[in-house]
Structure formats: structure tokens, C-alpha cells
């Protein structure tokens, strides 16, 4: 059974930091690219940060450029999400995905369309407000 489980959400003031975690069960995460996603309240689920397999393709959102990072540890078969510098506007549940039809270490699908992410975690709050 293929499961991605974020974890890491929670209430931070303007300014702060956060470090979310995606954790795989059942699918080996280096084989396959991922991405994060966010959904704001009544807002459309926007993509904020991918990565390749191996690393060395990444997209991101001008929002989050230069606030955001995303990184792997193998070992662990988790992805993070680093979050510095946070605004109120960061609020919303945060999903992290994986389009793990295709096995291929420089593949990486835009955020939209979202059909090649076929594999998502529940999601997991994050508050921002002082």
C-alpha cells in the first residue's frame, strides 16, 4: 500500500519558521519525483516547490522563492519542506505528491496539469498569524 504522510503543520507567527516533512510507505521516493502543493483557504491547490529524482531539477513558485526549500534524505524516504521567513499569506493545508507513473531520474511534470501527480498525501495544516 503506497502512502505519502505529511507531518510537521502547526500555528507560527509572521517571521517564523517551519519544516514540514513528506514520509513514504510502500514506494521508494528516490525513484520518483515529488512536489509540494498548497491549498489556501477558498483558494485553488497551487504548487510551490518540486524536486527530481535525482535532485537536479527543481520548480518553484515566485512566491516562495528565496523563503522556501526543498530537500531529500534517502534513508530516511522523506522529503522536507524548509519554510523560513513566513507569511500570512503561507496559510493553508500542505500536501506533498508524487507523479510515480514514471520512473526516471531527470523527470519532472509541471505543477499544472495536475493529472501526472498521481499520489498525494492527506495534507497538513499551517497557520500563519500573530
Known amino acids: 500500500q503506497v502512502r505519502l504522510i505529511e507531518s510537521g503543520g502547526g500555528s507560527v507567527q509572521p517571521g517564523g519558521s517551519l519544516r ?31 524536486i527530481s529524482s535525482n535532485g537536479e531539477i527543481s520548480n518553484s513558485a515566485d512566491s516562495v522563492k528565496g523563503r522556501f526549500t526543498i530537500s531529500r534524505d534517502n534513508a530516511k524516504n522523506t522529503v522536507y519542506l524548509q519554510m523560513n521567513n513566513m507569511k500570512p499569506e503561507d496559510t493553508g493545508v500542505y500536501y506533498c505528491a508524487s507523479p510515480r507513473s514514471v520512473v526516471r531520474a531527470d523527470y519532472l511534470p509541471p505543477f499544472v496539469p495536475l493529472t501526472p501527480w498521481n499520489e498525494w498525501g492527506q495534507g497538513t495544516r499551517v497557520a500563519v498569524s500573530s
Do not use: N, T
Not at 20 to 48: H, T
Open 20 to 50: 514540514l516533512s513528506c514520509r513514504a510507505s510502500g514506494i521508494l521516493l528516490k525513484f520518483y519525483a515529488v512536489g509540494w502543493f498548497r491549498q489556501a483557504p477558498g483558494k485553488d491547490r497551487e504548487g510551490i516547490l518540486s
